[in-house]
């Protein structure tokens, strides 16, 4: 029974592959771990394998076609098998180019002369059609930059051709074709469609014009479906000088590109391996298991320096997947549509602690609790919100909701994510109460024995990682608020002080803020107060 064969995953953050060369055509023999094409992703030119013996009956992605992932590229089952009906099936469902059809149908014999007729014309001339590639997943044209080459000059596999301007940067064409640049069709500064013809390379002095015509009569699919086949015919013709030839003047039936980077990486001279696929093709098996021969340690002209050996390393790639719990599926959720929704904008500012340290030792000898310096910081935010209620608002999508009571949220870390505990009319509390509350809800929270309605009614957020030695950060605003302040570490820092360069306790201090609810001079002014309190803490202690 016929096998779909389908574009693989080759990368983790792959979309789609292009096919680099095909290297079987339709009605080749094929057998599992033979190389069947050569694919490029979105990170580097890949070999695909079979994995499935029989026959390739249709080819459904010509060369240089993008394909998605799981999208049909070919069909490989018993030689002679009717496989019409998968054939409709995949171009029913929108499978790749239209231009695999000749190949389909050139076993029928009720195939219509008219379509065929120019891949016939095009396969005895001894030139390929150079198409716009496909270079990111969104781009629908390109626009040729610059040419590397002109008409007339000598094109290598691999060589830098043009550069190519996508919808996401300018990138680098190289040639899959040995050859001369026989025809430019693009000039520079032009931009042409995906797979539409950009340039000829061939055979010097061959007449390019049917495939010119070819292309202008709407036609693109024509030589490139018959292309392929020219090429395939050739390679296993029973004389062995045509294929001795094809070898010599194609890089790339030589040695594959994965095969030729793990060499590079390696330090391998590809001409000491001995290739074992087909045609003597050396692949990624030849490079991964070749020894080379020892060499006699002579030191160079003029060196004195020991060679340096390093030892092999040995290691085994491990990983663990943890189940995504409730919780951390929640924050995803909240924090996913907070930054996505709500236009975030970020205001920094350095705030001296000198008075805040010399207030809190003297609070804390007294005290019942010990103060701490999120405490001082979740005071002195309540105060500045009574001066700024725009800070303390909401986005209600027709109207903005302005709260007149202070309900701040502290983020504290837990094993399993993060929680937003409330510390509820945080105005009206003293630092003392402010203290004992935090460690409360702290407790509960590690202990997991908080509750939603702890977590609910926040006006205003407050994240602090100065413990963790962190200097300064952003924070994503905890909806519906429409700030959140983020803390850093009190750092001593150079500053001028009358005159005079000093050491001093200086912290950072960055809010976010929603740009719809505040606007820059509200955020700053807010971060002023919040500033002038911190900076002189007797203010928020009446």
């Given at each position: 029974m016929a096998e779909l064969i389908k574009m693989p995953k080759m990368s983790d953050t792959m979309t789609e592959g292009v096919i680099a060369a095909w290297h079987k055509k339709v009605g080749?023999?094929?057998?599992?771990?033979?190389?069947?094409?050569?694919?490029?992703?979105?990170?580097?030119?890949?070999?695909?394998?079979?994995?499935?013996?029989?026959?390739l009956l249709y080819i459904a992605a010509e060369a240089k076609s993008a394909v998605p992932i799981d999208g049909v590229i070919a069909v490989i089952?018993?030689?002679?098998?009717?496989?019409?009906?998968?054939?409709?099936?995949?171009k029913g469902g929108g499978a790749p180019a239209p231009a695999a059809t000749p190949a389909a149908e050139t076993p029928k014999s009720e195939a219509p002369a008219a379509a065929p007729a120019p891949a016939v014309d095009?396969?005895?001339?001894?030139?390929?059609?150079?198409?716009?590639?496909?270079?990111?997943?969104t781009m629908v044209e390109g626009t040729i930059v610059a040419w590397h080459k002109k008409v007339g000059d000598a094109v290598k596999s691999g060589e830098l051709l043009a550069e190519v301007a996508t919808d996401k940067a300018t990138m680098e064409m190289e040639s899959y074709e040995d050859g001369t640049l026989l025809h430019i069709e693009v000039k520079e500064g032009e931009a042409v469609k995906i797979d539409g013809l950009i340039a000829i390379i061939g055979q010097k002095g061959t007449d390019v014009t049917p495939i010119i015509n070819?292309?202008?009569?709407?036609?693109?699919?024509?030589?490139?479906?018959?292309?392929?086949?020219?090429?395939?015919?050739?390679?296993?013709?029973?004389?062995?000088?045509?294929?001795?030839?094809?070898?010599?003047?194609?890089?790339?039936?030589?040695?594959?590109?994965?095969?030729?980077?793990?060499?590079?990486?390696?330090?391998?001279?590809?001409k000491q391996v001995k290739g074992t696929g087909d045609h003597g093709r050396v692949i990624k098996r030849d490079v991964e298991n070749f020894k080379a021969a020892p060499a006699e340690a002579a030191p160079a002209k003029g060196s004195s320096a020991p060679a340096v050996s390093l030892p092999?390393?040995?290691?085994?790639?491990?990983?663990?997947?943890?189940?995504?719990?409730?919780?951390?599926?929640?924050?995803?959720?909240?924090?996913?549509?907070?930054?996505?929704?709500?236009p975030h904008f970020y205001l920094t500012m350095e705030i001296n602690m000198d008075k805040a340290i010399e207030a809190r030792n003297s609070i804390n000898e007294v005290a019942a609790a010990k103060v701490s310096f999120n405490d001082m910081v979740i005071r002195a935010s309540a105060a500045a919100l009574r001066k700024h209620p725009m800070v303390?608002?909401?986005?209600?999508?027709?109207?903005?909701?302005?709260?007149?009571?202070?309900?701040?949220?502290?983020?504290?870390?837990?094993?399993?994510?993060?929680?937003?505990?409330?510390v509820r009319f945080a105005d009206s509390k003293s630092l003392s109460h402010i203290s004992l509350e935090v460690k409360e809800l702290g407790g509960k929270a590690k202990s997991k024995k908080i509750q939603p309605a702890d977590m609910s009614g926040n006006t205003f957020t407050i994240s602090n990682l100065g413990m963790f030695g962190i200097d300064e950060f952003t924070s994503i605003i905890n909806s519906p608020d429409s700030c959140i302040l983020s803390v850093g570490g009190i750092k001593q820092?150079?500053?001028?002080?009358?005159?005079?360069?000093?050491?001093?306790?200086?912290?950072?201090?960055?809010?976010?803020?929603?740009?719809?609810?505040?606007?820059?001079?509200a955020g700053s002014a807010f971060l002023q107060t919040l500033?002038?309190?911190l900076e002189d803490p007797v203010r928020i202690l009446a």
């Open positions: 080749d023999k094929v057998k599992s771990g033979d190389l069947l094409a050569e694919v490029e992703t979105d990170k580097a030119t890949m070999e695909m394998e079979s994995y499935e013996d029989g026959t089952g018993k030689d002679g098998e009717n496989i019409d009906s998968l054939i409709s099936q995949i095009l396969s005895s001339i001894k030139a390929e059609a150079i198409l716009m590639p496909k270079m990111s997943d070819a292309y202008k009569n709407g036609k693109p699919s024509a030589a490139p479906a018959s292309e392929p086949k020219k090429e395939q015919v050739a390679a296993p013709a029973a004389a062995s000088a045509p294929a001795a030839h094809a070898s010599s003047s194609d890089d790339r039936a030589k040695i594959s590109p994965l095969a030729r980077k793990i060499a590079s990486d390696k330090g391998i001279d590809i092999a390393v040995v290691g085994q790639e491990s990983f663990d997947e943890v189940p995504v719990s409730q919780m951390r599926k929640v924050i995803v959720k909240r924090l996913s549509e907070s930054l996505y929704t709500a303390n608002a909401s986005w209600q999508g027709d109207k903005i909701r302005v709260n007149h009571h202070i309900h701040i949220g502290v983020a504290i870390a837990i094993e399993d994510g993060l929680v937003v505990p409330v820092t150079p500053i001028v002080k009358n005159g005079q360069i000093v050491v001093g306790n200086i912290m950072k201090v960055t809010l976010a803020c929603d740009h719809r609810v505040v606007d820059g001079a500033k002038s309190y």
